[in-house]
């Protein structure tokens, strides 16, 4: 029998092995292969997760949180790029990570499910040197890794009819173990650390290091709900990443942003930085007398 539980699935495969096998010979190509094999077990197994199987030039590992998946697979990235051995044509071997975070069947040594088939479907869509996630995963994880991601894109999982926003975590930025939140991060380069404080109608909510995205639209379980049959249900999601605050759509409809300078922009399944104070219209053109217009202002951190 089967027992159902939550964990972070992670694939990571080594990118172009078919090149590494043309160029190196096949002995020499299955020792690096294996190498790398080594490397991503090596990784989960200091990082609580747990190996399990192996296909080929690739790996599937679970973990019991999301900060253990993204540690390891960060882990694994430094470490086969930095690898003395590990390089074809005089380039780095390459590592393409998925990660996704959800309920699965845990059964006999394996796991089975959705979310199983969504990590394999993260890797897919990762490039060479990429860890690929879902905002599933970014929702369980620690304000660190938070500011260590970004949206890049919005894709159909196959067989699943629905949408995953995808999540490219940067893991280049900081030595994981020692990462920084995102204030100290802004600190250390020496520019302004900001907060958004958003309103509409009697709501109000900030963004900062504490609280770095939220999510908008008409459904209940929002940060700022706003009905309209113009709103999807999670229309759009603000996120401060690395002292940029960003808005992403994730609409049918678009968003519309005005700047107090006159400055115009409309996103649709994209994103746009905000800067300064001004309005946000979900759907449609904000006006500042209608109740369905956010009002935003971007403040400097009081020190």
């Known amino acids: 029998m089967g027992q159902d539980i939550e964990l972070a ?10 090149h590494i096998y043309d160029v190196m010979g096949d002995q020499r190509a299955r020792e690096m292969v294996a190498t790398c094999i080594q490397v991503m077990r090596s990784a989960t197994e200091q ?7 192996t296909m080929g030039d690739e790996v599937m590992s679970t973990f019991p949180t999301a900060d253990d998946a993204l540690n390891a697979a960060a882990q694994m990235q430094r470490q086969i790029v930095s690898h003395a051995e590990l390089q074809v044509d005089g380039q780095p ?3 393409r990570i998925g990660c996704h975070f959800g309920p699965v069947v845990l059964e006999s040594r394996d796991v089975f499910g959705a979310t199983v088939h969504t990590a394999n479907r993260m890797t897919s869509q990762a490039k060479g040197g990429q860890i690929v996630t879902t905002a599933a995963t970014c929702e369980r994880l620690s304000p660190e890794w938070r500011a260590a991601v ?3 894109d919005i894709a159909m999982i196959k067989g699943q009819g629905n949408e995953v926003s995808l999540y490219e975590v940067l893991w280049q930025t900081e030595d994981v173990t020692s990462m920084l939140p995102a204030i100290a991060l802004s600190g250390r380069y020496g520019r302004k650390l900001q907060r958004l404080r958003l309103r509409l109608l009697d709501q109000e909510v900030i963004l900062d290091s504490s609280r770095p995205h939220i999510s908008i639209g008409r459904a209940d379980d929002n940060d700022l ?6 709103i999807s249900r ?15 759509d994730q609409s049918t409809n678009g968003t519309f942003v005005q700047s107090a ?11 746009v930085q905000i800067k300064g104070e001004g309005l946000i219209g979900l759907g449609r053109v904000p006006e ?16």
Request: net charge positive.
């Open 93 to 95: 071997v390459a590592l």
């Open 47 to 53: 990082h609580s997760g747990t190996v399990i199987k």
């Open 234 to 248: 999670v229309h759009a999601r603000i996120e401060i990443n690395r002292n940029k605050i960003m808005l992403i």
């Open 150 to 152: 970004r949206q890049i």
């Open 261 to 271: 300078d006159g400055e115009e922009a409309f996103v649709r399944r994209d994103s």
């Open 288 to 303: 500042a007398d209608n109740p369905q217009t956010i009002r935003f202002t971007c403040e400097p951190v009081p020190t």
């Open 9 to 18: 699935i992670v694939f990571a495969d080594v990118v172009g092995s078919t």
């Open 225 to 230: 709900i706003i009905r309209g049959n113009l």
